[in-house]
C-alpha cells in the first residue's frame, strides 16, 4: 500500500488498533514502580505497597502505570500502519503530551481490554501533533468487558510533516502556572540508570539507553523517559497533597518541555485550586522546566 | 505425616522434590543483572549486554543467575516436607554457603529441567548444614533434557536442630585466603534499594524488605541477600580478572560470614593461583569480611 506524502486527517482520525487485552503481573508494576523511584529509601515502609507483593491484597497500583496499559510499540505500529499518514523518520517523533484519567483504582492481576484509535492530529507547521487515545476497561478472561479502568492520550510530536493544515480539533487540558508562589513544592532525586529501570515497565526506546542513539537525538547521553518524571510528578503530588493516598488522583497531564537527564533532580510546583492542581515540574541542576501540567484530585487538599 | 524429633540422615540425603521447568524471560535476567548491580552507570555501555533486550542475540545471561534457576520456595518446601526432617523455625534458616558450577552458557527463553535433592546434612551440634543439589538441563518444551548448563549447591545452616551425630559427607571445596597482599581488589557500592531490586529476581524472604521481620532477625534493617553479594563478588571477579568475559567462569563458591546493608561498599580481594581464584569479600564500612570463596576460570587471567 503506498503511503500518502503528506498527513490525510480524515484517514488518521478515527483510525483504530486492533482491541488489546494486558494484565499486570507483580514484577510489571513493582518495576514501575521502581522506576518512578519508589522504595530508593528501603526504610520508607510505605512505599513497599506499590513495590512488594507481601502486601498482597494491600498492593496497590499506582495510577500513572496506566500508560504502559497498551503497548507502547503497538500504538507506534499503528501510526506506522495508518493510511492516513506518511512516511517519517521514527527518530523525529518525540512524546509531547500525556493526558491520564482515572475511573477505577487498577489493579494486579487484573485482566484489561484495550482500544487505541488516532483521535486528532494536528499541523503544527514543522510537524504534527498525533493524538492516540487509548481507552481500557476491566474483563474478564475471555475479554467480556467489565468496568472503565482508564483512559490515556498519547500526543507525539513528529517533526518533518506538518504543512497539511488542518489545526486539529482536542485543544487538550490547558497549560500554565500561576506567578504566585507555589502551594507545595516536592523534590525527588532520580538515579543514575533510572531509565535503565523504567525501561523495563515497558517503554524500550533506545534512546533511553544506547548513548549513540541519543547522540543521533543529539543529546550527550541517554535521556530519561518523559512518561518516567510524568509519572514522578504524578508521585510527587500524591506524596504532597494527598498524604500518600493514589486513589485521590482522578487525572493528570502535562506537557513535556525538555528532557531529563537520569541522576538529576526533579523539584515539582504545585498550585493548588480546589481540587484542581497545576504543576512545574524542573530539573534542579539546570534550572529549567521539563513539564508542565494539570491535575484534579477528588477532594480539595488538606494542607 | 508425624515429624521426627530430631534429623535422620538416611532419610534426608537422597530425599528429592520432583522435576521443575523454568524458563528466563528478558526481565527477570535483567533484573538479576540490575540486581547485582550492572548498569548502575548508564554509560557502561558493556553492562547493557547483560540489561538490554535490545543486544538481541548479543545478550548475556551473567553466570550466577543460575542460582535463581531453581524456585527457592520450592527448596525450601522440599526442606519442609522431607520426612527425615524435624519440625523446625523457618526463621531459623541462614543462607550458609553456595556452589555454582557452570557447564554451558546460559540463555534468555531457554527452556531448563532442575533436579534438586539433598544431597547432604551435618551436625554442627548448634544446628543443621542442610545442602540441597539443583542440576539443570537444557531441555525441550516437553521437558526432554538437552546438555547439562549448571549445578548448584545450595547449603543453608537451621540453627536448634542440630545433636544427631552425623558428621556429613560433603566437605565442600575448602575455603580461606592467603595472608599474601592480594592479586587484585575490585570495588562497588551497593545501593539503599539493592535489596528490593534483587528479591524480584525470584528470592522473596521478607528478611530483605519488611524492617519488622529484620528486626525479629536481629537486624536493624533488612539485610542483602548473601546470593546478592555472592553475585556481585562473581561480577567483580569476572570484570578484575577476566575483563569481563563472564564465559570464563566455571564455578564459584562462597561461604557467608556475616550480613550486608544495602547501601554498603563492597571490596573483593582477589588471589590468583593459575586457573584458580581466592576470594574475600568485606564491606568497606564496617571493615568486615562477608564471604569467603573460590572460583575457577578456563584460563589464567592475563593481569
Redesign the interface.
Known amino acids: 500500500m503506498s503511503k500518502p506524502k503528506q498527513i490525510i486527517p480524515e484517514k488518521v482520525i478515527g483510525f483504530k488498533a486492533p482491541p488489546q487485552k494486558s494484565k499486570w503481573a507483580y ?1 510489571d508494576c ?2 514501575y514502580a ?1 522506576g518512578i523511584g519508589f ?5 520508607k ?1 510505605e512505599d ?1 505497597y506499590y ?4 502486601k498482597d491484597d494491600d498492593f496497590r497500583v499506582f495510577p500513572t502505570n496506566a500508560t504502559t496499559i497498551c503497548s507502547g510499540s503497538e500504538v507506534f505500529n499503528m501510526i506506522i500502519d495508518c493510511p492516513g499518514m506518511p512516511e517519517f523518520n521514527p527518530m523525529a517523533l518525540l512524546h509531547g503530551e500525556q493526558e491520564t484519567y482515572l475511573y477505577k483504582p487498577l489493579k494486579v492481576n487484573q485482566d484489561y481490554i484495550s482500544e487505541v484509535e488516532l483521535t486528532d492530529v494536528a499541523d503544527k507547521k514543522k510537524g504534527a501533533l498525533l493524538t492516540s487515545t487509548c481507552t481500557s476497561w476491566e474483563c474478564d478472561e475471555s475479554g467480556k468487558k467489565g468496568d472503565k479502568a482508564c483512559m490515556g492520550k498519547f500526543k507525539v510530536f513528529i517533526r518533518g510533516i506538518g504543512g497539511f493544515g488542518f489545526p486539529g480539533k482536542d485543544k487538550g487540558p490547558g497549560y500554565g502556572v500561576p506567578k504566585t508562589a507555589p502551594t507545595k513544592t516536592m523534590t525527588q532525586k532520580t ?3 533510572q ?3 523504567y525501561r ?1 515497565a515497558g517503554d ?1 526506546n ?1 534512546l533511553h ?3 549513540d542513539m541519543a547522540a543521533m537525538g543529539g543529546f550527550d ?2 535521556i530519561l523517559h518523559g512518561l518516567c518524571f510524568y509519572g514522578i510528578s504524578a508521585k510527587l503530588l500524591v506524596e504532597g497533597l494527598c498524604a500518600g493516598d493514589e486513589t485521590q488522583l482522578k487525572s493528570i497531564s502535562a506537557r513535556f518541555t525538555s528532557h531529563v537527564f ?1 541522576g538529576e533532580t526533579l523539584q515539582c510546583k504545585m498550585w493548588v485550586n480546589g481540587t484542581k492542581v497545576a504543576f512545574e515540574t524542573s530539573t534542579v541542576e539546570r534550572g529549567l522546566a521539563v513539564a508542565q501540567g494539570v491535575a484534579e484530585l477528588q477532594a480539595q487538599p488538606k494542607l
Chains 1, 2 share one sequence.
Not at 51 to 54: A, G, K, P, R, V
Open positions: 514484577i513493582q518495576v521502581l522504595s530508593r529509601d528501603q526504610m515502609v513497599h513495590t512488594s507483593e507481601l538515579d543514575p540508570n531509565a535503565i529501570v523495563l524500550f533506545p539507553i544506547d548513548p547521553k541517554p537520569p
